[in-house]
T-cell receptor, first 116, second 115 residues
Framework: GAVVSQHPSRVICKSGTSVKIECRSL??????MFWYRQFPKQSLMLMAT?????????EQGVEKDKFLINHASLTLSTLTVTSAHPEDSSFYIC????????????FGPGTRLLVL | AQSVSQHNHHVILSEAASLELGCNYS??????LFWYVQYPGQHLQLLLK??????LVKGIKGFEAEFIKSKFSFNLRKPSVQWSDTAEYFC?????????????FGQGTELSVKP
């Protein structure tokens, strides 16, 4: 099956610093990747759609200057949380789309971010 | 706004009991429907999906789901659950045809199976 990895799996940082999270599709090329945020005991909320070679598309209410997304290659998308604050602490999950119409998403294991 | 609703927040069953988890969505156009499972400490895995054709879809691990268009529903079923089915289950909807592949997730249902 399709494999998607994320790095790091867990990160603790100080308030005001920036954190970069990587999402890689290991055995297929993904022109489209997605970034989600999951709060404890809640569902996944789509933050943005990452398109290889073009700007990301952000969902309403998500600050694009706060959550920088770069999709530099067909196997790598990065999410940078800039000037992180405690309220940014969450579980961030990426997915990579596969299929003729990009209709099936394969999810990474997630990154737990804790901002102190 | 488009939404996905899962009726049960937490379901507790004994092994061998039958399972049905409800999922309803609000979008009226063409949709693609998914069920994902998240085992404790693991990432989301695709259980099954419906795009078109036979509304009764069979997935992995003995799960199946039925798409009932008139009821905007896509309920997940399994005739006999096992302890290893303990997990969080998410229903998700993707609007069809050039909608960018966006998935809208339900709130999730936590399934606890007692041995």
């Amino acid at each position: 099956g399709a494999v998607v990895s994320q790095h790091p799996s867990r990160v603790i940082c100080k308030s005001g610093t920036s954190v970069k999270i990587e999402c890689r599709s290991l055995d297929f090329q993904a022109t489209t990747m997605f970034w989600y945020r999951q709060f404890p005991k809640q569902s996944l909320m789509l933050m943005a759609t990452s398109n290889e070679g073009s700007k990301a598309t952000y969902e309403q209410g998500v600050e694009k200057d706060k959550f920088l997304i770069n999709h530099a290659s067909l196997t790598l998308s990065t999410l940078t949380v800039t000037s992180a604050h405690p309220e940014d602490s969450s579980f961030y999950i990426c997915s990579a789309a596969r299929g003729v119409s990009q209709e099936t998403q394969y999810f990474g294991p997630g990154t737990r971010l804790l901002v102190l | 706004a488009q939404s996905v609703s899962q009726h049960n927040h937490h379901v507790i069953l004994s092994e061998a009991a039958s399972l049905e988890l409800g999922c309803n969505y609000s979008y009226g156009g063409t949709v693609n429907l998914f069920w994902y499972v998240q085992y404790p400490g693991q990432h989301l895995q695709l259980l099954l999906k419906y795009f078109s054709g036979d509304p009764l879809v069979k997935g992995i691990k003995g799960f199946e789901a039925e798409f009932i268009k008139s009821k905007f529903s896509f309920n997940l079923r399994k005739p006999s659950v096992q302890w290893s089915d303990t997990a969080e289950y998410f229903c998700a909807v993707m609007r069809g045809y050039n909608q960018g592949g966006k998935l809208i997730f339900g709130q999730g249902t936590e399934l606890s199976v007692k041995p």
